[in-house]
């Protein structure tokens, strides 16, 4: 999934389990979810909202690394959902273009994962 038609425009590409989420959603929420991540993972409206982490336990980040990146948990606006995601390498972005033969934007964001609001309300590990 790659948004390209702002100035300010951003990749976005997908996990596999990032994709099961939006997979798993109807056609209007998949849009909706579509949106926000298109428009929201970079100074959305509750970029004062997010936490970010080091992937490691190094305090260096290494640059086009994609081992030792910062993640970040963005709430989104639609549906109470939250993006966990790194920005993409330069590696990375330069492979999108090549596969998809096509000129990809100057940055983007690699997506995890999608959390449904209620994951903060399970308990882990479930009991029986």
Known sequence: MAYTWREDAYEVVLAPAASRVI?????ADQEGLGRALADE?????NAAKEASFDSSIYADV??????????????L???????????LTLTELKRLAKQEDRTAADDGYYVIDILPAETAFRRWPRRV
């Not at 290494?62 to 709430?75: F, I, N």
């Open 23 to 27: 997979a798993s959603l109807r056609l």
């Open 41 to 45: 993972l970079r100074n959305g409206p």
């Open 62 to 75: 290494v640059p086009d690394d994609p081992e030792h990146a910062v993640y970040t948990a963005t709430p």
């Open 77 to 87: 606006s639609f549906g109470g959902y939250t993006a966990l995601h790194r920005p």
